[in-house]
């Protein structure tokens, strides 16, 4: 799998994508070696090492390989569950050589390794705590619609248990915020000003008005990535607030 030292701007960049990254990487390096009569098939058993040897004057040599090791067991068993690869036909396959499935052949026409950058630059440790696992795991996935969603409403959730209101309580968007922010919400600090307190009330809302329901988007596709990663950065800024509020 050397062909991937072609796509990124360092090695251990590859330490650094997520297993559905590195696994749409990977179908990519497949098929650059198609039909090569000295590379030929990929083996799941020694891709890691292939890169491993291309790097290793320059780096921590056994964490590296251990770390690569790992990262592309995660990526290879991604492709498994996608159904993107096989194994090879007869003895190749039984050595751990692997293919590509037809599934897998038009995936690899559609990897966007810029794409993939630029979404490697939000990191987990970056959010709330309460976004680094499923809202965080949509946008690793790519599914960034479902990602923002998900972040905004837990703001909301956060903010209905903030407010001492059940679950179930179908209070939401502006009338949620009301009780929060409002004048005598539950989250007010009695040190604001009426003009701070009235901004932060509009903060929430505008916020849950626009990024809360995916079909307010005007590019709910999210082309340009930086979008939706400024408004998991907002949702984390929000969720920070209700926190430091709701326990005064």
């Known amino acids: 799998m050397r062909e991937l030292l072609r796509k990124v ?11 559905d990254e590195l696994g749409r990487s990977l179908l990519w390096a497949m098929r650059q070696r198609t039909g090569s009569p000295i ?7 020694s891709a890691h090492t292939e890169v491993f040897n291309a790097i290793a004057p320059t780096v921590n040599l056994w964490q590296v390989r251990f770390d690569l090791e790992r990262a592309f067991r995660a990526a290879w068993a991604k492709l498994d ?16 050589f692997i293919v590509l499935t037809s599934e897998g052949e038009s995936a690899a026409d559609q990897t966007d390794f810029e794409r993939i950058h630029v979404r490697s630059l939000l990191k987990p440790e970056m959010l709330h705590q309460l976004l680094r696992k499923k809202p965080f795991e ?12 998900k972040a905004f409403k837990t703001v909301e959730i956060q903010l209905r248990a903030a407010c001492g209101l059940p679950d179930d309580d179908n209070i939401a968007g502006l009338e949620l915020v009301g009780r929060a922010f409002g004048n ?6 009695k040190s604001w000003s009426k003009p701070r307190r009235e901004a932060i009330e509009r903060l929430f809302g505008g916020a849950l008005g626009v990024f809360r329901n995916q079909g307010a988007h005007t590019d709910p596709s999210y082309e340009e990535i930086r979008e939706a990663i400024e408004e998991m950065m907002l949702a984390s800024r929000l969720l920070r607030i209700t926190d430091k509020h709701r326990s005064k």
């Open 39 to 45: 590379d030929g098939l990929a083996s799941r058993r």
């Open 9 to 19: 701007r360092d090695a251990t960049e590859l330490l650094d994508l997520t297993p």
């Open 81 to 96: 569950e996608w159904g993107l690869i096989e194994p090879a036909a007869g003895i190749n396959g039984e050595n751990g």
């Open 184 to 189: 005598g919400g539950k989250l007010v600090d």
């Open 138 to 149: 949509d946008f690793a996935g790519d599914h960034l619609g479902d990602a923002v969603f």
